[in-house]
């Protein structure tokens, strides 16, 4: 029963999105990877509005076939409660007439099985795909690390000739399944051959300082968060600011 | 033979619980436990992971990536920016996270200021460390509050850290954001460290923002902030918690966290992801539940007022009231003859089969009070009282 249940909501939750989506026509940023897709995400959510876009975000971490149509249609989990998925499943449909739906949609993608990055992209049709690194985090489903990627290849060859996929240049596995896009690639991380380069970071006592080398250009930015992740965050906020 | 361990003791909670454990009607308001079971939701994130057989293996040492970066998440709510590869640790409950830090901090003859009463643990985890525990009493006319020049003037060329509990066990207390900045600008001044145990933060009853040292960047390489999901999602058997800190102090906490378990549970930590990503609606439930007790609770000692007088707490799930009266010594031999709480807990228990603790376990202001847990349900409330006042009735 709790099975029929969750693949009718499946089902009725993917074609509302769809429909959704081609009423409102946003334009659609994901952001994939094992590691670090919430903070990036945040990052450009934050990126964009201060250039004073209309921008949404999925809430926490959404981004499995149930999560990702939530994200999309701005709606909370029901978890396992039936009562609260009935609000939401009403809820749901109110969507459809949303006033002031954004103009930019910034959303997590999760693979965690093989055939999740497939069934996602049945769902939207991202023009930007950010892939924050790849490890072996989530790796227990998959035969091996080249099935994995195959789930971001899978990403990368959606995107249409007049998309952009942003990439972490300090990975070799994205490093090469980037070749394979057929849109641009803008590459970022400390390797020296990105696009968006990290020059320096200096931890201060409240954040990092970060010296950043991108379209010829020096740029320091200042951050109050700690860590190389807030860093990669950091550099994607810089790039995706020129294409979205 | 056992020079490490002759000086400690079982922590006098668990000593109430054994004690209490082989009684059949005993009641325990003792042990800090909530009444509630794990939340559905925790527990069905734990299934999801036993079934995709990922709980079997260690995780890393620090503890499993996915729940550190939800908890660096978490505490970016709170206004708290710790890296979560190398600042936040998963734990074995909040004891073994300080107990990593004490190890990490301190040198065996240093000092550790403790503001007491608190909980018990503390002080044999000091005694394990080889410190000296030095009390500054929290004062009891003025709600259990913490004067922090007395704290200061504590302080010698042997104090190392400052080791304190917000809110407090066993008081309820909240230490006000003024106080804990003294405490900064203290710990500063004397090139200290402080270990802050913010494990009842969930449980606040009026509109007080919790302020946490942990949030004031230039200490954040002297303050190590631990927390546990035992309290707030109701997971005390799951073991696990979590401490951050600055990667200085964190890595070396690190090595001692590696050398006594490796790692915290790995189901525990799944459990504990289940806790931040869906637990919220459920503290919210647990905290309305637990106001209402404390209201029973303090409604019941108000009706044994010529017997008890207390504060009533702002947090946590503990109310210490202060025993009005001179209680015989009926239990000879038993090693507590000098202690009113004591007396009065051994007795109440071996008459009554009712477990409460005695104050005189949270440190020296603690003697003379008892600690009462309404965490636990509201029937076994009410009937301990009923036993209380049968028991009282009786003398």
């Known amino acids: 029963m709790k099975l029929i249940c969750r693949y009718l909501l499946k089902i009725y939750l993917k074609y509302l999105t769809k429909l959704v989506l081609f009423i409102h026509k946003p334009l659609i940023i994901v952001v994939a990877g094992s590691v670090n897709k919430y903070f990036v995400k945040e990052e450009i959510k934050r990126a964009l509005l201060a250039e004073g876009r209309l921008v949404r975000s999925s809430p926490k971490n959404f981004n499995t076939e149930i999560g990702l149509p939530l994200s999309v249609l701005y709606l909370p989990s029901g978890y396992n409660s039936y009562r609260r998925w009935h609000t939401i499943i009403f809820k749901a449909l109110k969507t459809i007439w949303q006033k002031n739906f954004p103009d930019i949609l910034v959303l997590e993608l999760g693979a965690s099985d093989p055939g999740d990055m497939n069934y996602l992209l049945t769902i939207i049709k991202p023009q930007m795909a950010v892939i924050t690194d790849l490890t072996q985090r989530y790796l227990e489903s998959f035969s091996d690390m080249n099935e994995l990627i195959e789930e971001y290849q899978n990403l990368i060859l959606s995107l249409p000739s007049s998309g952009v996929l942003v990439v972490n240049q300090d990975n070799n596995r994205l490093k090469d399944i980037a070749r394979n896009a057929k849109c641009k690639v803008v590459r970022f991380g400390f390797d020296e051959d990105s696009d968006c380069r990290i020059i320096s970071v200096e931890k201060q006592n409240k954040g990092q300082m970060i010296v950043l080398s991108y379209g010829r250009q020096e740029k320091k930015i200042v951050i109050n968060t700690f860590g190389q992740h807030h860093v990669y965050a950091a550099a994607v906020g810089t790039i995706i600011k020129d294409y979205a | 033979m056992f020079e490490r361990t002759k000086n400690l003791k079982l922590s006098t909670i668990k000593d109430i619980e054994l004690r209490a454990s082989r009684l059949p009607d005993a009641i325990s308001l003792a042990q800090g436990i909530p009444s509630f079971d794990t939340p559905a939701c925790i527990k069905r994130r734990v299934e999801k992971a036993l079934k995709r057989g990922v709980v079997a293996k260690y995780s890393l040492t620090p503890g499993l990536p996915e729940l550190r970066e939800l908890i660096e998440i978490s505490l970016a709510k709170e206004n708290m920016f710790y890296d979560w590869q190398k600042e936040i640790i998963v734990t074995a409950g909040s004891i073994e996270a300080m107990s990593s830090a004490l190890l990490a901090l301190t040198n065996p003859g240093d000092e550790v200021i403790v503001p007491e009463p608190t909980y018990t643990s503390y002080l044999e985890i000091i005694k394990l460390a080889g410190c000296q525990p030095i009390f500054v009493p929290l004062d009891e006319s003025l709600n259990w509050q913490l004067d922090p020049d007395k704290l200061e003037e504590k302080i010698t060329d042997k104090t190392k850290v400052i080791f304190f509990c917000d809110p407090n066990n066993p008081t309820g207390t ?62 005390t058997g799951w073991r696990v918690g979590y401490a951050h800190s600055d990667e200085s102090i964190i890595q070396e906490m690190l090595k001692v966290h590696d050398s006594l378990v490796t790692c915290a549970p790995v ?97 020296p202001s603690g003697e003379g009070h008892v600690r009462i847990n309404f965490g636990r349900n509201e029937k076994d409330i009410i009937e301990s009282f009923a036993r209380i006042d049968k028991y009282l009735q009786d003398l």
């Open chain 2, 267 to 363: 189901i525990s930590q799944y459990a504990a992801m289940g806790a931040l990503e869906m637990g919220d609606s459920e503290v919210k439930i647990f905290k309305e539940q637990f106001l209402k007790r404390r209201e029973l609770v303090c409604k019941k000692l108000d009706d044994l007022n010529s017997y008890f007088t207390y504060i009533k707490p702002d947090s946590s799930y503990f109310v210490f009231p202060r025993l009005k009266f001179a209680f015989p010594n009926k239990n000879k031999n038993d090693g507590h003859e000098k202690s009113l709480s004591w007396r009065f807990v051994l007795d109440l228990l071996k008459e009554k089969q009712v477990a409460l603790v005695p104050g005189a376990a949270f440190g």
């Open chain 2, 174 to 235: 909240i230490f006000s954001k003024e106080q804990l900045q003294k405490i900064g600008s203290i710990i500063e001044k004397y090139n200290l460290y402080a270990i802050a145990d913010e494990v009842y933060k969930d449980f606040v009853y009026d509109s007080r923002q919790l302020f946490s040292l942990a949030e004031i960047p230039e200490l954040r390489n002297r303050v190590v902030r631990v927390f546990s999901f035992s309290k707030a999602y109701a997971m």
